[in-house]
């Protein structure tokens, strides 16, 4: 926290919002400025954020798991590092469930959607900053749905032959690098299909990429 911009002393929650959609960035600052009188950074990617927190310290981090730089809990993981005793909530859309609880084992203090109202956030901030987690419950129930309504997580072989094809591997050199078949990654790549509720391989990375599964 900070000293107040009028020269008094009380305290100012310090906020960098990691987020490289700029106009919804904007909204927020202006937001958390005008209404709590906070002092509000932005950012637009990984190595600017990293930047960001060598200069200065914060008491909330907002961050966005879509922007340039990101690479999934690895780089959660470091902003986490990197903040000191600062707050990390994920600011973002749909996240898997696995990933969510995965984020909250590293230190992440939350999820907060941005298709929430923008009249919640101070509110919302201020609960984080007193030490809760927050996790909206309907995202916590839907997180780790799919579109198909299943439900089911993506277990690790499932996991590794959807990443090799999103990265473009076909079956068979996804077999090459599993030391199986072509059938069994086949098999596989079925059951992600049906657990994620995609029309077929590439649905399928489309579906992983929005809800933070690579």
């Known amino acids: 926290m900070i000293n107040g911009t009028d ?4 305290p100012v929650l310090s906020v960098l919002i990691a987020d490289d959609h700029r106009l919804l960035g904007e909204a927020v600052a202006n937001l958390l400025r005008s209404g709590a009188g906070y002092s509000v950074r932005l ?3 990984l190595d600017e954020t990293l930047v960001a927190l060598a200069d200065s310290t914060y008491d909330i981090i ?7 730089g990101m690479v999934g809990l690895a780089s959660v993981k470091t902003v986490v590092e990197k903040s000191g005793d600062a707050k990390v909530v994920l600011f973002t859309g749909q996240v898997d469930r696995h990933f969510l609880n995965s984020a909250l084992e590293l230190g992440v203090k939350g999820l907060i959607p941005k298709t929430m109202p923008l009249q919640s956030l101070i509110s919302v901030i201020q609960l984080i900053d007193s030490g809760q987690i927050f996790v909206p419950m309907n995202e916590l129930n839907s997180s780790g749905q799919t579109d198909a ?13 959807l990443r090799l094809a999103a990265d ?3 079956n068979k050199e996804i077999a090459r690098d599993m ?8 098999m596989h790549m079925r059951a992600v299909c049906k657990k994620l509720g995609a029309r077929n391989r590439a649905h399928a ?3 992983s990429r929005e809800r933070a599964l690579l």
């Open 43 to 45: 950012t637009g990617g």
């Open 62 to 68: 907002l961050l966005d798991l879509k922007m340039p």
């Open 168 to 170: 473009g591997l076909t």
């Open 205 to 207: 990375a489309i579906i």
């Open 149 to 161: 309504g299943g439900g089911a997580e993506l277990t690790e072989k499932e996991h590794f032959v």
């Open 179 to 186: 030391g199986s078949t072509e059938v069994t990654v086949k």
């Open 7 to 10: 020269g008094s002393t009380d």
